[in-house]
């Protein structure tokens, strides 16, 4: 795989999916920490080192799989999943895309068209206004596993094409 080439999930219903990274330079030396004090536990005859030991797995599998936050591009728009809310922004209404620096935050942002009111409840979207950023919203880029240039690119290819967004999947919140 490339340097540029983004990372993209697709499942075998046609899915394209950029999923958060896992920052694993904090996580890994936590969980290790933890599996050894559960050990010291253990070996002391404290039966809490069982729970101790079971924390760090329960917690990587629920983070991983459940709370991991991904952006969706689907049949109606761009789809932000962040548990326990998912946001769409449909294609229609998107004027634009491109790349920004707001804080130190690198943003994925989007214009929409004149006449939209800009989205509620989008940290990317209020970070890009306190930058005074020509954007009304966005997903912060720098969290998602993948190049920043390729998933713009993917995102721009696939607003430009009716025909490539009629492939994908119809949006399911």
Same mark, same amino acid.
């Given at each position: 795989?490339?340097?540029?080439?983004?990372?993209?999930?697709?499942?075998?219903?046609?899915?394209?999916?950029?999923?958060?990274?896992?920052?694993?330079?904090?996580?890994?030396?936590?969980?290790?920490?933890?599996?050894?004090?559960?050990?010291?536990?253990?070996?002391?005859?404290?039966?809490?080192?069982?729970?101790?030991?079971?924390?760090?797995?329960?917690?990587?599998?629920?983070?991983?799989?459940?709370?991991?936050?991904?952006?969706?591009?689907?049949?109606?728009?761009?789809?932000?999943?962040?548990?326990?809310?998912?946001?769409?922004?449909?294609?229609? =209404?998107?004027?634009?895309? &491109?790349?920004?620096? $707001?804080?130190?935050?690198? #943003?994925?942002? /989007? !214009?929409?068209? %004149?006449?939209?009111?800009?989205?509620?409840?989008?940290?990317?979207?209020?970070?890009?206004?306190?930058?005074?950023?020509?954007?009304?919203?966005?997903?912060? =880029?720098?969290?998602?596993? &993948?190049?920043?240039? $390729?998933?713009?690119?993917? #995102?721009?290819? /696939? !607003?430009?094409? %009716?025909?490539?967004?009629?492939?994908?999947?119809?949006?399911?919140?």
């Amino acid at each position: 795989m490339s340097k540029t080439a983004p990372v993209i999930t697709t499942s075998n219903h046609g899915r394209v999916v950029f999923r958060a990274r896992r920052p694993a330079a904090l996580v890994v030396p936590l969980a290790l920490v933890t599996e050894v004090a559960g050990v010291l536990f253990l070996l002391n005859g404290a039966t809490i080192g069982w729970f101790v030991c079971a924390a760090p797995a329960f917690a990587l599998v629920t983070t991983g799989l459940i709370l991991r936050p991904t952006l969706e591009l689907t049949r109606e728009g761009l789809l932000q999943r962040q548990y326990p809310f998912s946001m769409l922004t449909r294609w229609e =209404v998107i004027d634009g895309v &491109g790349l920004t620096r $707001a804080g130190n935050r690198l #943003v994925l942002g /989007y !214009r929409l068209i %004149a006449g939209i009111p800009p989205p509620r409840r989008q940290p990317a979207a209020a970070l890009l206004r306190a930058a005074q950023r020509p954007f009304d919203g966005g997903y912060f =880029v720098d969290s998602l596993a &993948g190049e920043p240039d $390729a998933i713009l690119a993917t #995102v721009e290819a /696939y !607003r430009a094409s %009716a025909e490539m967004r009629a492939s994908l999947p119809p949006a399911k919140r």
